[in-house]
């Protein structure tokens, strides 16, 4: 499967990357989900140019791998509160967008299909990883919920609860860690 064909599959799924991304973002959004997710797409070309990233491991069974594609949305929202200023926004009016590639090939996407079975997927997606911190004891539950919604840095998190930096790190780590393998099964 070439790099081209990876990123068709996934954009098949767009309205679920959307929605994914739209729930990481606060609701004063600095930038819209979709232009987030325009910028997925890019980074994953990117790693998949420079073999950092296999189509194998992003396309199993002919479906994206969601806990790759949610972390790297996850990375990508966490750039951008880091540093504004290298995040350029731009706003699109168009129902199609052009992508261009390295070699010079331009791929046409339409932003009309809407598929319902996506949304819910994504739900259920987020519906799986809520259950799993749910199920976490209740200081790992606290500290782990601080750290994505409000702080998303580790050493902000151990200042503002004056925990050691190596104390979180190591809860949230752990936390992860659990997030990781439960989603795995």
């Known amino acids: 499967m070439t ?36 910028t997925m797409y ?7 140019n420079k073999n950092k990233l296999k189509t194998a491991d992003i396309i199993i ?5 969601y806990g790759i594609i949610y972390m790297t949305l996850r990375d990508i929202v966490g750039m951008i509160y880091r540093d504004k200023s290298n995040y350029i926004t731009s706003n699109t009016t168009k129902d199609t967008d052009y992508v261009s590639t390295q070699s010079g090939e331009f791929f046409e996407y339409s932003t009309n299909k809407f598929i ?8 259920e997606f987020y519906e799986k990883i809520d259950n799993i911190i749910n199920g976490f004891d209740w200081f790992h539950k606290k500290l782990f919920k601080l750290y994505t919604k409000k702080f998303q840095s580790i050493r902000d998190l151990s200042k503002a609860t004056t925990i050691s930096y190596m104390t979180v790190w190591k809860h949230i780590n752990a936390c992860k860690k659990e997030i990781k393998n439960k989603m795995k099964k």
Not at 21 to 35: F, Q, R
Not at 42 to 48: H, M, Q, V
Not at 61 to 65: E, L, R, V
């Open 116 to 123: 319902y079975e996506e949304q819910e997927s994504a739900a």
């Open 61 to 65: 069974k002919g479906k994206p791998h």
């Open 42 to 48: 890019i980074k994953i070309y990117e790693k998949l």
């Open 3 to 38: 790099n081209n064909q990876v990123l068709e599959k996934l954009y098949k799924s767009h309205k679920t990357w959307v929605l994914m991304a739209d729930k990481m973002l606060p609701a004063y959004k600095l930038v819209p989900a979709e232009d987030v997710v325009q």
